[in-house]
């Protein structure tokens, strides 16, 4: 922080800067976690600019604090997450891939969680096959509840599997348990 103070009169210039994966001050905040630098930015006016902007994967700072698991930065940076990087990916699947559940707890809401069931990846994957390949039964828990439904387990990705197919593929005894326990028939409110 010391050294940012020096830069304070151009900071509005510092966190436009881009290193060779395309990312910005606000990426490095993410990846450590540094809520205090990333506060220091936010005074910055192109800070808004700069905080939309995505690395050359297409992910935003959203993906970077789901992808380390960075629960520290989650509240102060006001995640959106509803934006896909270039493979389709939604933050919410980096965090179920890594089985995160204070991730989930902090970052994601039950009422939102509906929302996410319609967007896939592009291999076609809904959040369902996500966590029965990386057998991630805490985060699944935690975000669902008690309950999943019986549609969402019919969606087939682009080989042709359902998340039923997927986690016995891949060896994932709690999902596959949980799916089977924990279906319901139709839509209920979560």
């Known amino acids: 922080m010391e050294l940012l103070e ?3 009169e151009k900071k509005h210039i510092a966190i436009e800067v881009q290193d060779y994966l395309g990312e910005n001050m606000l990426f490095v905040c993410a990846r450590s976690g540094d809520v205090e630098m990333f506060q220091w930015f936010a005074g910055s006016n192109n800070f808004f600019r700069a905080r ?3 690395n050359y994967k297409g992910q935003t700072i959203e993906h970077v604090v789901c992808i380390e698991g960075k629960t520290a930065i989650v509240q ?3 995640p959106k997450l509803g934006t896909q ?3 389709g990916n939604l933050p919410i699947h980096y965090t179920i891939a890594k089985d995160d559940e204070d991730m989930v707890m902090s970052y994601y809401r039950k009422r939102e969680c509906r929302e996410y069931f319609e967007i896939r990846n592009f291999k076609y994957e809904t959040i369902f096959h ?3 390949k990386h ?3 805490r985060s699944l828990k935690a975000l669902l509840g008690k309950s999943i439904f019986l549609e969402e387990l019919l969606k087939r990705d682009f080989k042709g599997d359902t998340p039923l197919h997927t986690a016995a593929k891949s060896g994932s005894s709690e999902v596959l348990e949980f799916f089977m326990t924990a279906c319901t028939p139709s839509y209920l409110e979560l």
Do not use: L, P, T
Request: no cysteine; hydrophobic share 40%; charged share 15%.
């Open 52 to 54: 939309g902007q995505q």
């Open 135 to 137: 057998n991630s039964y």
């Open 130 to 132: 996500i966590a029965a």
């Open 76 to 78: 102060e940076i006001r």
């Open 6 to 8: 020096i830069f304070a």
């Open 85 to 87: 990087d270039y493979y």
